[in-house]
């Protein structure tokens, strides 16, 4: 079903912890909210499931009001980071937990429920499992078990809040994998959170990167990959140099900068900020360089290099250590970006210092 979210907002004390999310769900589709920790994602997810309540604001979801709904009559299937099983259930039981309380008027026959488990430990490719307990599975099968119980009663909207999160990357990628041919084959609308953004962009149709309780940017994962929208997005996405420059004719300038490999931007002239990856800064060793190497390190595979550039500029740069050439301490380089984004304004926005008062005041009012 297709789901729709307007400005909706929360509160807890003095905190906005939702400040006006927008938001449209295509039935069908797997979209991934991708975001820091405390950005509101597990409090959207709350609500969408009846576990919250928005001060303000809309969730439609199959042409309904659900606010108007209780959590039970909203048929949402949720899985989070650690949900417990039921210990002294099997897993067929687990499974079939949400069917067997549903009240009289909507309980399937035992038959049937016993028929729609089996069918759903066969299609999550977990039927050798049936039998066991939560406590004899790895963490990668509970999580299996957990979707299928969620998946069990079809659920209208499939809720995942970091489901992936506490498992190691190996198990995290091949989850990742099944998921997404699971949700093909079921074609549940999803919404998935994430804070890990290759998790984010392998799996989701479509993402959504929220900040602070906005959304800051939705696109395809090229599009926000390619194109970040903000300073935010940038910097949540890797981007993590930040170099003052000077927009001249569409060219960014800075002393120390070679940005000849840089398209020109249709930008007003004037100060800007050019956000770019370590790993995509090549090092020019040169004796004229504004920028001085300050810490080597190496990772095995990549060599990790930290730069003093003019005032107090800090950049890092990450090359493949083989290809690296011979660099030290202490040296002088120039740096020239392969890729990079740029957004109007200063990189730290300059905090006007409190004036002083003037001394013949302090003396005047003391008196
Ligand atoms: N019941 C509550 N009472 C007070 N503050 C809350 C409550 N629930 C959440 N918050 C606050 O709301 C903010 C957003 O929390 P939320 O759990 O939605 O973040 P999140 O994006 O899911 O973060 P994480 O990635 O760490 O799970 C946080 O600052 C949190 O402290
Ligand atoms: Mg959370």
Redesign the pocket.
């Known amino acids: 079903m297709s789901l729709t979210v307007q400005n909706l907002t929360r509160r807890?004390g003095q905190?906005e912890?939702l400040r006006g999310i927008d938001l449209e769900v295509k039935s069908g589709e797997l979209v991934a909210l991708l975001?820091p920790?405390?950005?509101?994602?597990?409090?959207l997810l709350k609500i969408i499931a009846g576990l919250d309540w928005p001060d303000a604001g809309r969730l439609v979801v199959g042409g309904e009001d659900w606010l108007d709904k209780k959590a039970q009559e909203r048929r949402t299937g949720f899985v989070f980071q650690h949900y417990a099983l039921f210990p002294h259930m099997k897993v067929r039981d687990n499974i079939a937990f949400g069917l067997t309380v549903m009240d009289r008027a909507h309980r399937p026959a035992p038959a049937t429920i016993a028929k729609k488990v089996e069918e759903l430990l066969h299609f999550l490719q977990i039927p050798h499992l049936a039998d066991r307990y939560p406590a004899e599975l790895s963490g990668g099968q509970r999580q299996r078990v957990a979707l299928g119980r969620a998946l069990a009663i079809d659920p209208a909207v499939l809720l995942l809040d970091e489901p992936f999160g506490a498992l190691d990357a190996q198990v995290r990628r091949d989850l990742r994998r099944w998921l997404r041919e699971v949700h093909d084959k079921a074609g549940t609308t999803t919404i998935f959170v994430t804070?890990d953004q290759e998790e984010a962009f392998e799996l989701a149709d479509r993402v959504v990167v929220m900040g602070a309780g906005l959304i800051e940017q939705i696109g395809s994962a090229d599009q926000i990959y390619d194109h970040p929208a903000s300073p935010f997005v940038a910097r949540f996405l890797g981007l993590t140099v930040e170099i003052p420059v000077t927009m001249r004719a569409g060219r960014a300038e800075a002393a120390g900068l070679d940005t000849s490999a840089l398209p020109r931007r249709a930008m007003a002239d004037g100060p800007a900020t050019l956000f770019l990856r370590p790993a995509d800064i090549t090092l020019l060793p040169s004796p004229e360089g504004a920028f001085r190497v300050t810490e080597i390190a190496t990772t095995g595979a990549l060599l990790r290099l930290r730069m003093e550039g003019p005032a107090d500029c800090q950049a890092e740069a990450e090359l493949p250590r083989r290809a690296a050439p011979a660099l030290s301490l202490g040296q002088t380089v120039t740096l020239r970006p392969e890729v990079g984004h740029i957004f109007p304004g200063s990189p730290t926005p300059a905090q006007p210092a409190p004036a002083p008062a003037p001394v013949s005041l302090i003396k005047e009012s003391s008196r």
């Open positions: 807890f905190t912890v975001g920790s405390g950005s509101g994602k597990t409090t804070h």
